[in-house]
Structure formats: C-alpha cells, structure tokens
C-alpha cells in the first residue's frame, strides 16, 4: 500500500498515519520530496481497507499495491494451470470446444445435438438443467431428469458434460451427473455457491458477472482455489456497457489480460456475448485469435423450437463450418484445435 | 410487440412472418406506409423471447411494447405499495431511516448504535451477521450469534430490524429473527433465493445490482410479487460506471422512474453508492430531495475499529445533524420525517 | 509516481529502471520489504505516460500519485474561484440559476422566457444561437441573429447571458454578445476551442463529456486555465451509463467531489441529465441538496413547439414553483439562493 | 414511430394524440387488441424528437422504428462502399493495414518507420501532425512540419497516407498534404468539422466516440455524407466502459454489426483501444478474424523515445510478424491481406 501525504501535512499527522498503519500490521518506508511525501507501507494484506488509511487527516491518496486474490495469481503460479477432465486436457496447446443446446429439452434433444457436435469435433457437451431466467415465467429447465439426460448422451458419444449450478443445496446433486460446474454469470459473487464448489474434487467453470472488473472475477477464483479446489477455468461471456446493439460487449482482451495476470484457462462464450446467432461465428473466430483456452457455443438442430436461447444458437451446418475455420486460425497462432 | 419490416419484402416473407406471430400465440394487426410496412403483435407473453422474430427473414427490428414485469408495474396497481413492520409504515407520506452498522460485532457495539440511531430518530436497524465479502479472506460475519443480537437491540430501543439473507438455506433461520429480510446487491438475481423469499410472510428489500437495467430490477421483484409475497421494496444503492472517483454512482434518477413505473416503495443507500463518510451526507440529503420513500445509512460509534465499512459508516454526531436536515428537506417537498 | 516491482526481479533490472526513470527526471527512493520492492518517483511532471516505466522489464505496475491538473487543483488554491458576471456572483453562498429556452427561436419567444425566469429569480439567461445536434437535419440555430435577440432580452430584463460556443472561428463573434461562454459536452476535448477560450477575458462553462471521468473533465478546465483565463466553472449533466430510462446518469455525487478535489465551482444541469420535464424537478432539488454551486434548467413558455429539447423544458408555473422550493433547500444547507 | 397508449387511456386523449402526430406529419394506423392500443405512426422523419408525443397525455410508450440515419444505412444502399485511394482499395476482398508512428516527429524516424511498415506489407502510413493530447503540458505535434515530413515519406516509399484534423480551420492546410483525413474519437461530435469534411473530395476516416453508440457514430457518418462526400470508413478504436485492465474496451462485435447495418468500410485500430504493446497484437488477428476491413496500428523502431504512445507502439519486428498472421488468418475467412 502506498499512501500519498497532502501537501502541507504536519508532522504530528505524518507520526498519527505511521502508528496507525504500524496497529493494521504494515511496515512504513517515508519517501521526501520537495513537494511530496510517500509512505510506502509493506506487508501482505490483500484484503485490507484500503479507506481505512485514505479518511486519516493529511492522507491525500492511498494505492493498493499488491494484487487483491493470490492463489490466483501468476506470481503465485507461474505455469498454466491445466486442467484433466478424462481424456479432455484444458489449459494446454489445444483450444477445446464445448457446445450443446442452452437447456436439455428432452432425450431426442440432447442425443441429436450430441452427435452433431461430437461430429464436428466438440470435446465437452453443455447443456443447463436448472435454468436462471430474468423472468418468472419462463422456461426453468428440467431439473434432475435434464441430468440424466445430459450425462446419458455424453456417455454415449464419449464427451465430457458441463452444467450449471445455482444453489449450494444442488451441488450434491449435480455433482453425480456433470464433469464440471458451470457458475454462472448472475452467481459470480454468490459467495455461499462458491464456497461450497471449492470443496467439491470437479473443475469449476466461472463466468464473469456482466459488470465484474478482472480483479472481482479473479477474486471469485480465488474463493473456490482457497476452499482447495484447484480446478477451475474461468468463462467471458460479455460485459454491459452502453452499447446496445449486442446484447453484452465482448471483451475479448480480457484473454491475454487474464493470461498474464493468472495460470487458469480462460474459454470464451460468443453466444451469451452477442445474443444472436450471425454473430456468434465472427466473434468465435475472434476469441481463438485472440488466444483462448476454449470456446463455448450454443448449438441446436431446431432453434426455432428450442424453448430458451434458441436466436442465439447455431445451426449443425454453421457449427461444422466454425469448427473447421477454429482449426486453421489455431495453427496460425502456433496452437492446435 | 411492433414487428418492423425490410424495405422491399417480400409478400412471401410476410406471410411467413405473421405465421409464426400467430403460431407463437400474438394477434396480427398490418399498417402499410408508403416506405414501410408495420405489424402490431397483440398478445400478453411478458416473457417471450423477441429475438424469435427478429431473426425471421425479412424483419428489420422487434420491439417489445409491454413491461416484461406485471405485477410489479403501476399499470397493474395504481396506489402505492405500503409496508407495515409493526408500527412502522412504510411507502406512505413519512421518510423512514433505516441505520446501524455494516455488520453486527459485539453486543455492546449493536446495543451502542442502536441507541444513538433511535436517539436520533431512525426506525429501523439494520445490522449483518452473514456477509458478503468480496475476499475470502475478510471478516464473514457472527452468523446466528449476531442475529440474536441484532434482535435484542431492536426490542431494547424499539427498532424494526432488518438483515441480509445470502443463501436459501439460511431463510428458515433468519426468519426467527428478523423483520425485514434484505437481498443483496449481488445476489439480485439469485432466482432459487428470490423463489424462497416469495414464500415468507415478511418484507423484503431488494437491493439494485451493480448493474441491473431499472427493467431487471423490477423483474426482481416480480419473482417474489409472483410467488406470493405483496410486501417488497427495491433500495438504489450505485450502479457501475466508469467513473472511480466515488465506489459506485449513486443513480438518483432511479427514484423518480420507479415511482413512475411501480407502486412499490424505494429507499436509498448513499453509505455503500458513495462508499466514503465525506459524500454520504450530501448524497443522503440528495436523495431526500429526489423524493425517496427511505433512506438507509451505515452508522459506527468507533469506525476506525468496526471490522467492514468503517470509513463509510457516519460518527453519531453526524448522523444527528443528517437526521435534522432530512426532516426539514422532506417538509420542503410535502413529506415528513 | 510509484513504481511497483515483480516478485523475484533482478538487480540489474532494477538498475535499469531507475537509471530510466531518473532519465526522465525523477529521483528514486527505494523501499524494501520482504515480500516486495517499492520505487517512488518523486517529481512533478504531471504529464508523464507512466505506461513508459510499466513497460520495462521487472515492473509489476505503476501508479500516478499527483493529479495530472495542477491549476485547477484544490492543492493549488485552497479557496473557492468566485466569478464575477456583472451583479452576479457564482461560487460563493448563493446558488444561482441559470434559465431560458434550449434554443433562441424569435424575438417574441426569448423575450417571453427572459421574463418569466427572471420574475422567478433566475439571474442569467441561457439560449443556444449554434446548437450542436446529433442529425444533420435538424434545426441547428439561428447564429448571430440569436446572439443579438439574446443579448437584447438579458439587457431588457437586467440577466446575465450564456450561450454555447462550438467552433474556435465563432469566439470572437459570440465574444460580443455573451457574458459567458459554454462549452458543450461533445467539445469537452476539443483543445483548440480550449485553448482559444483560455485567451479570452469572459468566463467559461465547461460542460461534462458524456463519458469523461473526473479528471478528464479537470483537464479540460486546466487547458482554459493555463492559457491564461482563471473564470473557468464545470457543469455536471449526466454521463452515459448501461441504464437507459433516463437519457443519462445523472452523477450527482460529483458535487462534492469536485469540490474537494477543485476550487472551481459547479453548475448542475438537470434537463440534459434526464431528458424528460418530469424528472427534471427531483433532479434539480437533488443537486442543491447535494451542494451544487448553480443549477441550470431550460424553460419555455411553450415546449410543444420549441425547436428543440421541448420535452425536456419545464413549463413557467413548475419553474417558479422549483425556485421556491430550491430556496428553501438552500437555506436548510446553509447557503441561499 | 409506434406510439403505445396507455391501459385506460380515454377517447379524448387518443384523439389528440393523432391529431398531434398528423400535424408533426405522420400518418397514423391504429390497432387496437384487447387489452392495448398502438398506433402506428408513418412518415419519415429520421431527426424527429419522439419525446414530443411521450409527453402527451395517455401515451406509455414510444418507439422509434426507423433508423436515425438514412444515407449511411445498408437500406440506402445494399453494397459495400469501396474507396479508392491511388492503388489502394479499401471496403473491397482485400484487407488493408495503415501503420506508422503515433505522431511524426522527424525526417528521420518517418522515413525509417516508413520503410519498416512498407516492407512489411503496409498499404497506408500514418503519423500526426497536429495532436489531441489530455493534457495541455503534452507534445502537441510538429505541425505543417510535420505534415510535409508525412508526404515526402508517402511518396518516397509508394504508400498513401493519413493523418488527424482537429479543427475545422486547419482542413485547407491538411488537404494539400494528405489522402485521408481522420477525424479522432474526441471529435466525433464536431459539428462544424464533420459538415467541413463533407465538403472536401478525399477521404475521411471517423474514429469511434469513447461513449459513442454505433447508432450516434453511424450519424456522424451521415453528417459527412449529406454534405456531399460519399468516401467514408469508420474506425472502433475501443470504447469507455467500467473495465480499466485496459485503456479501453475493443468492441470487436462492432465490426460484424456496422456491417449488417452500414454500407461503409470499417477499420479497427486494437493499439489505441488496449493502449499497450503486447495486448496489440493478439487484439489485431481478432479484428481480422472478426471480418475488419482494415487494421490500424502504431508502429515505432524506437518507441523508449516516442513522443508519444511509444508504450502502446509495436517493434518492428513484431510488426512484420503480425502482417505475417494476419496474411494467414484473412486466408481462412475467404479474404486476402
């Protein structure tokens, strides 16, 4: 932490900040220039109120200094973190896809769509079974029967599942079906859930909350990596902005922001990103330029009948051509998908 | 919902277009201009998905014309919401004050606080004892110990009380407790909590997400109007923008478009938008006079030792003074407090 | 300027990095911990891209530790800039308002306005002569006819006048009609109109880019102010945020902070910040209750046929209806208007 | 425009809405289900305040349903707009690179980055001459200086150039030198540069508004294009959102959607819109691969030295192994580079 004195601080204010930061447990370094005092204050607290210091009288700004989460860090870790899940590897040279419909809607459902992106060269197979929906009167998912559905179809086409949690009372539950839990966006700071996911022995997948700095979603990672679960990936899904024209604003530099600031794989979801399906493809290209880990894709056989998020899913033939582009941009850039 | 045509469609694609409208259960009314064609869509679906026509061939844009909440609008119920907690009453013509300290830490600080918020006019106390912490590492809060505190604070001094529930699974328990259950910013759209709060026979508070559209908010709300609980209330508390210079930017506008668009009361939190003790009474005063049903302040006779949020919590002299200002705002306007 | 280094950096990169930053003519005072190394910077160039240092190798992350504005700093002149038009003061006890149509239209009409607010207490008369508009094919004002007809209706009714400036070439032309000089949210950055108003010896107006932070906007005014003309007040009028129910986000909280971040005073615009007559009053309570220094608001007489911005406009009944209440406000802060 | 009428509305207020619409012009269509009336309001009118009959009694709602721009709309005219500069052909298979330093800041370094960003497969060289900085302490650019520097490296190494006008008085000067004008992000907005521009008979290039919506920079466009120049392409160079990990947030979505909506080419500038040398390059292939027409990216041989933007400026070796990718990844989406 660094605290910039006021010009024209007295000194029985500088000697007050000094004992002051000393009782919170720091060590103080006085930096004096002619027109400027800095104290710099060391030791690790990386969760100390920073407004505790900067409401003391003569302190004009204080600064945070040290990243707020650890465990997270690339300065904790310095290689990737990557991830097993059976024969599927994430976090290393291959980009992985996951695709699958937004809900299961029924066993015809899922098996179709299971073959067309294990077809296509999917490795994970999504699919949610408990919904979180904007409005009480939708469509809420098919709950239990959605995961035996779900782990059925990824059995017999030999994918991995992924499925969304939205409650610490389901962990159990789901944790019998799926390979790894998706939290979502809505969820990212539901500390309970997060909690709970870190005592879990299957990877986490977390998506970004829409208005989550890095630093808040790294934070999120940091929650379940400290409950000891090391397995976990984390999801951009867009952020909310201004702009209307998307339904969220893709942040695709958050890509090579987290891979310097952290070793967890990033995987990139174009479909919630954009909202709708013509751009789903551009931006899925985008993202593998750009360096993700993984693309997550919604994909159905009907969209028109699909009964939440069918606007934004592609269909079988569009999938099969991404996949195919997916894998030359990957060369391109030294990787392989 | 308005469907707005391609210049140069074709009467095929027409036909296609209102097809689907009407299969999707809408009522077609055409309006032909000399460069555009419109089709109104009548049909109440608050929830229907509009991308479904969008991406029809031949549409240029949809808009949805109904509020995607109902039971939560002013259409539905002209007269405004009032909420009961004892003798408080709440959504009618007196501004009430809701203040105590961010998280209950002891006995002797609850019982301190609580007796200089009631000296100073509040009627409700508010007080965490399960906290939401963007840390793993910070201060999680005394859980039932603090609420049976919390409780006894309120019925020394004569103060409702109010408290924030984080997890489904805690309702039960909470409930023993408290009067007023508040939800948190982060936890807005956390649907399996929302459900479970739609079945208690207690108010509840709903605190605006980061960045939760005015709609989003409502729709909150609708999810607990719909699972059968009348007594709700929404709490502005900032919103994300680029601006850093305060924690959030406090959205005062809010006030006036949800008594426009809700009969349900509104509070405003200046101690968590502002975040820094300095701009909390300006903003509370602020707020006032925007017209707020209530208004919601951290309070701490000790801040600089209080284990969360100390530097935005208010000194008792200060609160004082900010009460005595308040009720002469609100007479400004028409109100009391 | 504090320069944070990364875990595990090496000595020669450290030489390197303070040889560099000492190039650039700073001194380094270094503060060792065990965990982590520290440099400050001390220096005053408050220009410095600090990315120049965050760049070299063995640097984790750089933090600017002055304001990057010195003139309009609260640190340069401790007392408030008071500004002197004519009989009226602005930035001293009195709030002030500024009232009048969004566009000067005829004669009859500024003429008609000018009467009304000042009946009600205004004490300086706005109308737009050059009106910057979205659409090109939109009204866009009536140039210096507008100027002489405003100019002619303040010397009438004894008002000081502004009108908005949107064109370098234009100054010297407005110089001779206007008592003060606006400059409009979309010119924020235009720096040579800044510096072109930094020549003249009439105040300006600065109006808050859409999307400018508080220290972009502080920036601006230190253009004006180190060319020369120390007559500079900034003007809150809603930033652009996700939130679409209003135009934009009113950001009330900047009142205090400019005012403890500057000496300059601030103006509060509450039509441009909703959008819409029925939120205007609210907002504009709001705003005195949050400390602003002034308040403009557009007026007319009849808003279903102004030019422009009529939806907005308050009627004459509500305007003199806002000045009683405001007064009233102002007295319970302790300042009059 | 649909106008939406309020539940309840009485027959009297209905009447006066129509009557109001048809006189502002429009023809009105009513539809009326059972529970909710729409009219349908035609005529085109792209600059019309729909706020006017917001306010009318009786009226919930109003929407616009024409896009607010005519002439820059893919409506107006179904294929790209391709620009032709000597050789250079842009909007049309090819994928253009414009790179060069942010600012010339002499013979020799515009000569020799000149001669990098040529061999490396550049079409178009950029520098400034005249420079937008925040802080009136900055580098302001070399001037005329500058812009013959900028010409003589163009035409000793057969690219074709561009360079930043910030004013509407400095077009005359700028013209003799230049090929394409760039209008900058901060001048977006500049009325009377925008209606200058459109009166010239080269190119202009309008960088996005930090806060601009597709919609207000597509208007900007039509601004150029109703005074008579039809050679305009459009830049995203990041827009401001809550995210600070980066200078700005690239709206890489932007690309797709200006080209479903708009005939002109678009350009995509990743060095200003992450602000930091090795989030360009990643940033630059997903720009390609979401379908940009053209890249723009700084490039310096020396950027410890630049003037200006050295941090955010890429090695010369870098830049020739981008063009090298970017080469490969136009190939994969059926374009060449």
Chains 1, 2, 3, 4 share one sequence.
């Not at 097993?84 to 291959?94: K, R």
């Not at 894709?297 to 939440?308: R, T």
Request: some cysteine; proline content about 4%; overall charge negative.
């Amino acid at each position: 932490m660094i605290i910039i004195l006021e010009k024209g601080v007295r000194d029985e204010q500088i000697e007050e900040i000094i004992k002051q930061a000393e009782d919170y447990g720091f060590s103080i370094h006085r930096s004096t220039g002619d027109e400027q005092i800095l104290l710099g204050a060391i030791g690790i607290q990386s969760n100390f109120d920073t407004r505790k210091i900067k409401i003391l009288e003569g302190v004009s700004a204080v600064y945070r200094v040290t990243e707020p989460f650890r465990l997270a860090s690339r300065g904790y870790k310095k290689e990737n973190t990557v991830i097993n899940i059976g024969d599927v590897i994430l976090g290393a040279n291959e980009i992985i896809t996951i695709a699958g419909p937004c809900a299961v809607e029924s066993e015809k459902q899922i098996m179709t769509i299971a073959k067309i992106v294990k077809d296509a060269g999917a490795k994970i197979l999504r699919g949610g079974a408990f919904k979180p929906r904007t409005s009480p009167y939708s469509f809420q998912g098919m709950e239990e029967e959605g995961l035996i559905l779900l782990r059925k179809a990824g059995d017999e086409f030999g994918l991995a599942v992924i499925t969304e949690v939205m409650d610490p009372t389901r962990v159990e539950l789901i944790y019998k079906y799926t390979d790894i839990f998706q939290l979502g966006s809505r969820n990212m700071q539901n500390f309970p859930l997060l909690r709970e996911l870190g005592r879990v022995d299957k990877p986490v997948m977390i998506k970004r909350g829409m208005s989550a700095t890095i630093d808040e979603w790294l934070m999120a990672a940091e929650y379940i990596l400290a409950s000891g679960n090391e397995n976990v990936m984390v999801c951009e899904r867009g952020i909310r902005t201004f702009e209307t024209s998307t339904r969220n604003t893709f942040d695709l530099s958050a890509i090579p922001v987290i891979h310097q600031r952290s070793h967890l794989p990033i995987i990139a979801d174009p479909s919630h990103a954009t909202g709708i399906r013509d751009k789903v493809i551009p931006m899925a290209l985008a993202a593998v330029a750009a360096g993700t880990d993984g693309l997550m894709v919604e994909v159905h056989h009907d969209p028109s009948s699909a009964m939440s998020d069918g606007p934004q899913s592609l269909l079988p033939e569009q999938f099969k051509e991404l996949m195919s582009q997916v894998r030359r941009i990957a060369e391109v850039i030294g990787r392989n998908a």
